[in-house]
């Protein structure tokens, strides 16, 4: 149980373009979702945390209108990376807190999306 | 915002050696948890240790929580060439919030 997906795995797509990143909890309802980005040989950074039917709550130094988050159910989390630039080429994780969850830091990943922007 | 650090960053052993990861936070916390990170992956989920506890052991692994010091230890024991990852402590340090350590990278040959 507690498994987290995210789509795609890997995408590659040019400079200027948009990028759509789903995470899904596949087994249990989660009203909280985090997005966390990870640089090669680094670790996780936390970019913001997603509420269901609320906007999301973006880290300090984190582009809320860059990296845009959309919660619209209680098992689907997306983030949209606007006008992608290779800088913004990265490791992007997500995790999921399940609705029944009475711990704060219950979270399940999801296994990651590598995206390279050219 | 970033967290406390680990070390050390990088351990290379023999196949049947102990491993020994440390971890360092800054504020009190609830609780301190480990994950493994195979590359390219996503997070599994290894232990949690509690702030009212000492030591806690899963399996070939033993987690020490010291809430004086602010810091944490991971060994893991008779370790596999599978054991090759990249480990993080993570506190909630900021609430609901996780923060991860710098993580260890440990490279077990065999």
């Known amino acids: 149980g507690a498994v987290v997906s995210q789509h795609p795995s890997w995408v590659i797509c040019k400079s200027g373009t948009s990028v759509k990143i789903e995470c899904r909890s596949l087994?249990?309802?989660?009203?909280?979702m985090f997005w966390y980005r990870q640089f090669p040989k680094q670790s996780l950074m936390l970019m913001a945390t997603?509420?269901?039917?609320?906007?999301?709550?973006?880290e300090q130094g984190v582009e809320k209108d860059k990296f845009l988050i959309n919660h619209a159910s209680l098992t689907l989390s997306t983030l949209t990376v606007t006008s992608a630039h290779p800088e913004d080429s990265s490791f992007y994780i997500c995790?999921?807190?399940?609705?029944?969850?009475?711990?704060?830091?219950?979270?399940?990943f999801g296994p990651g999306t590598r995206l390279t922007v050219t | 915002s970033q967290q406390g650090e680990e070390d050390p960053q990088a351990l290379s052993i023999q196949e049947g050696e102990n491993a020994t990861m440390n971890c360092s936070y800054k504020?009190?916390?609830?609780?301190l948890q480990w994950y493994r990170q195979n590359s390219g992956r996503g997070l599994v989920h290894l232990i949690l240790?509690?702030?009212?506890?000492r030591e806690k052991h899963s399996g070939r692994l033993r987690v020490t929580l010291d809430t004086s010091k602010k810091s944490s230890s991971l060994l893991i024991t008779a370790s596999r060439a599978a054991d090759t990852a990249s480990y993080f402590c993570?506190?909630?340090?900021?609430?609901?919030?996780?923060?991860f350590g710098a993580g260890t990278i440990l490279r077990v040959k065999s």
């Open positions: 240790i509690r702030s009212n506890e």
């Open positions: 997603s509420n269901e039917g609320s906007k999301a709550t973006y």
């Open positions: 087994d249990f309802q989660a009203t909280t």
């Open positions: 995790s999921a807190r399940p609705y029944t969850s009475g711990s704060p830091n219950e979270q399940y």
């Open positions: 993570a506190t909630d340090e900021h609430g609901n919030k996780l923060v």
């Open positions: 504020t009190s916390i609830n609780n």
